[in-house]
């Protein structure tokens, strides 16, 4: 069973605010672009840009990290004869 606070938990719930953020990060450029405000939309999609490399290693850690607990889950598991 999986502790409510276990690293993979807590980092899948940062991934997942991530992605609410880069969604309001995108309304945001479109807005500054309709609003000729270059220098603001420049620096969101700077910032857009940034957090599409971090979702991916963040997507990268979780993998890693499923793949260990799925590991030492199987390690402990006792055989029964």
């Known amino acids: 069973m999986t502790s409510e606070y276990s690293l993979t938990v807590v980092i899948d719930k940062i991934y997942e605010y991530q992605l609410a953020l880069e969604a309001a990060l ?3 450029v479109h807005l500054t672009q309709q609003q000729r405000h270059e220098i603001a939309g420049e620096n969101a999609c ?36």
């Open 26 to 28: 995108m309304e945001l």
């Open 46 to 81: 700077d910032a857009l840009k940034r957090i599409g490399e971090d979702s991916s290693l963040i997507k990268q850690g979780l993998a890693h990290l499923r793949t260990i607990h799925k590991e030492k889950a199987v390690r402990r598991k006792p055989t029964f004869s």
